[in-house]
Structures are given as C-alpha cells and as structure tokens.
C-alpha cells in the first residue's frame, strides 16, 4: 500500500491568518473560564427517552458569544456549527464546536473541549482548541506550525505503534461497524485502543505525541478541523479510509496519525 505524499501548501492571506489566530485564541481563553466554572452543573438531557444527547447552557451561551464575535470581526464570513450546518458558497468559512464532550462535562469529567477553526476549500486554515482542564491552548496557522500555549510541537517520529495508545470515538455513543476487530488488531500488535470522550481531543493526542493515532469513524467537520489543522501543522498524516489525503473529513471517517504508523493503523481501520 502507497499513502499519498503530504499535501501542498496552498497559499493563504496572511493577514488574515493572523487575524483569525488572534481572534480564535482569544475566544478559546474565554471558553476555557466557563467550560471550568460550570462544569458538571447546568446540563439537562432534552429527551428522557436518550439521556445521554445531552444540550447545555454553555455550549449554547459559548455558541451565541462565538457568532457575534465572529460576525462583528469578520463580516460575509459565515459561521457554521452543529446546529447551522448550511452549505455556504464563499471562500472562508468559521466552524466552531463550543463543546466537544458534552457527556463528559456534564458528568464533571475533565475531558472535553471548544474548538475553532477557519476554512477554506484547501482545508483549515487557522485551527484554536482549549483542553480547558489542562489549561492549554493548541492552536495553528497553515505553513506557520502548531504550538501549545506558545511553544512549538512536533509529531514525533514513530517506526511502529508497538506500545502506544491509540484513540478513536464512539459514533452517536455506538460503537462503530468493526470496532471490535479494530480493537483486536491493535491489540495485537501491542497498542492499546482508548475511546475518552471528545474526538477533537482524540487528535489533539496525535499531535502532542501522546497517542501513535486516531480513528475517528464518521466523525462531522464541527468536532474536529481545528484539531485537524494543528495535527496537519505538527507533522501528522491526515487519511481516509482508503488512504487517500482527506482535506476535510469524508462520510466514512478521519485518520490521524504519525507518519511512521499511518499505513499500520489504517490496515486495522480496514481490516
């Protein structure tokens, strides 16, 4: 098997970069103060019937606060979420998932995350995620490199994923269509598969180095390009299921993953 060689640099306004990745860090940093002050403590299950589709206060209030921010300092540039999912024709979009975890934060597990991006046809653009409860911002620029709360990251180079984590997600709380056997094969090649609640922080792992991959089967753009755009910048491989470079995330699902180890994930993706 062949996986595509890195995706070209597509060339981006750089004012406008710097705009967004300032304007982007500053509202993950307010994000940050509600998500930990209210954690655990406003949610409220919709529909009794299914529990766990939990809807918050916050990510409402973080969704609302987010728009008008954007839409004051960025006008005709839309802002598309879980909730406005139209498709916009226009070079730039803003996606924004104020609260990725939702189950996790309204249990008061600290495991969860607000996540910003800007877009264009090529991919992200600009990419911000607060992992609110270790007070860190990831955050990246196409062509300019990913950093965690200032300083600069690097996927480190991994030969195999023989004794690393690797993450993937639920999809709906489900586990997807041959989970089992994924877990299996990672297994048996000495990885050990973690499902822990938010997929823009299951990510976020593969580029700090934390995990070898991620899978992430039918996954939505909202939950993950930022996350994407610091995995690209820190020197992650971007897949989809049949191993073609993914410039936004396709039906079938995102993998994420270092170089050295994207080709054997993909085999337990594929089975």
């Known amino acids: 098997m062949t996986l595509m060689s890195p995706r070209p640099r597509w060339p981006v306004d750089p004012g406008l970069a710097s705009r967004a990745l300032e304007t982007a860090g500053k509202l993950a940093n307010e994000a940050t103060d509600v998500i930990t002050a209210t954690a655990g403590r406003d949610a409220a299950p919709p529909n009794p019937e299914s529990p766990f589709d939990w809807v918050t206060d916050t990510d409402h209030t973080l969704e609302r606060h987010t728009r008008r921010v954007l839409t004051a300092e960025f006008p005709g540039i839309p802002v598309v979420s879980a909730t406005f999912a139209e498709q916009v024709d226009t070079p730039y979009r803003w996606v924004v998932d104020p609260l990725d975890g939702s189950v996790n934060y309204a249990a008061g597990i600290p495991w969860c995350a607000y996540s910003l991006a800007l877009t264009d046809a090529h991919g992200p653009v600009v990419g911000v995620v607060a992992d609110p409860f270790r007070g860190r911002i990831y955050a990246a620029s196409r062509g300019r490199g990913a950093r965690v709360n200032g300083v ?12 690393a984590i690797v993450c993937t997600e639920l ?5 997807w269509p041959g989970l089992a056997g994924f877990i299996e094969r ?25 995990a070898a991959a991620a ?41 994420v993953a270092a170089p050295g180890v994207a080709e054997q994930a993909l085999g337990w993706w594929q089975g």
Do not use: T
Request: hydrophobic letters at 50%; a neutral charge.
């Open 171 to 175: 999809v709906s709380g489900d586990p």
């Open 215 to 255: 899978v992430l089967h039918g996954c939505r753009e909202h939950e993950v390009a930022a996350a994407v755009a610091v995995a690209l910048e820190s020197g992650a491989v971007v897949l989809d299921r049949c191993g073609r470079d993914a410039v936004s995330p396709p039906v079938d699902g995102l993998l």
């Open 152 to 163: 600069r990251i690097k996927v480190p180079d991994r030969a195999s994923a023989a004794g």
């Open 186 to 210: 990672a297994g048996a090649a000495s990885a050990r598969v973690r499902v822990l609640g938010s997929a823009a922080l299951a990510v976020a792992q593969v580029a700090l180095g934390h």
